[in-house]
């Protein structure tokens, strides 16, 4: 999986912070949906629409919007 970053203000720590969340690995999902006849392509679709985990700060670790 990859890394996407943006910023963002956490609650919890009280001060604009970089957030980092997981995004998925596109090419892994192919590889799966070929061998499952298609059967993972719903899976991931909501893996990747759905923003599984969402962005957490990277100082404390809680999610933040």
Known sequence: MGIKTKGAHCNT?????MAQSN????LLHFIISVFTAGLWIIPW???????????RC???GQKVA
């Open 45 to 55: 679709i909501i893996i990747t629409f759905a923003g599984i985990g969402g962005y």
């Open 58 to 60: 990277t100082s404390c």
């Open 23 to 26: 995004k998925p690995n596109h």
């Open 13 to 17: 720590c009280d001060k604009s912070v």
